[in-house]
């Protein structure tokens, strides 16, 4: 069983910085993609940004240069930094990763439960 876990979210003023962090846990062999997803009420859930197991990382264009995507492979582990703030990244933020449980299992697709991002005066 794998479960991915967000945490760090909350309520943050305009202009600041929030950290977001997913832990992965259970029955793990291999982490492959990695991402951050957000959904704002009444709007489709969107990619936010992806990291590979190599480090290379992609961005939407609407958080490139205020957002930064991490990982720790050692700790099955990845990061959301954000920084300046606005309205518009209110949303839930959830955590995205594909995961082979062994060797010899395929590669699965799973999400965190998502942790909430209000940026709000």
């Known amino acids: 069983q794998v479960q991915l876990v967000e945490s760090g979210g909350g309520l943050v003023q305009p202009g600041g910085s929030l950290g977001l962090s997913c832990a992965a846990s259970?029955?793990?062999?291999?982490?492959?993609?990695m991402a951050w997803y957000r959904q704002a009420p009444g709007k489709q859930r969107l990619s936010v940004a992806r990291i590979t197991v190599g480090g290379t990382t992609t961005y939407a264009d609407s958080v490139k240069g205020q957002f930064t995507i991490s990982r720790d492979n050692a700790k099955n582990s990845m990061y959301l930094q954000m920084n300046s703030l606005k309205p518009e990244d209110t949303a839930v933020y959830y955590c995205n990763a594909d995961i082979k449980s062994t060797r010899w299992s395929f590669m699965y697709n799973y999400w965190g439960q998502g942790t909430q991002v209000t940026v709000s005066s």
């Open positions: 259970g029955t793990i062999f291999s982490i492959n993609t």
